[in-house]
């Protein structure tokens, strides 16, 4: 998915370095796969670390693509293409490059 081929990806693997027993895979059906081996819960500090990371998953993996357009930009790169993704069931994210700013717009549907 768009998610994954656009920043989130690396956001993963900077993640697994950090947390040694961590790792993540993205699956045909392009869910996330975290395993943790049971080491990884052996020191207090870092199993909270840990823990806290985990429940911000998702903010992170969103950040991904974030990060990649806006390095791309401040570098001058060309080439960026608009990108859409979900973030939620009722929450679309849209990078929009332009020649002069990276607009990004946030649609969230109430019910």
Sequence with gaps: PALFQNGARVVLQQWEA????????????????????????????????????????????????LQKYAEAFLKGSGGLTDLKFQARANETVWLLPKDDRLMVIFSVHML
Excluded: H, M, N
Aim: aromatic letters at 4%; proline letters at 8%; charged letters at 25%.
């Design 18 to 65: 950090d947390f040694p027993g961590v790792q993540t895979s993205t699956p045909s059906d392009s869910k996330l796969e975290i395993s943790v081996a049971v080491s990884a819960w052996v020191d207090p500090k870092v199993a909270e670390d840990l823990i806290q990371e985990l429940a911000s998953i998702r903010l992170r993996l969103q950040s991904g693509p």
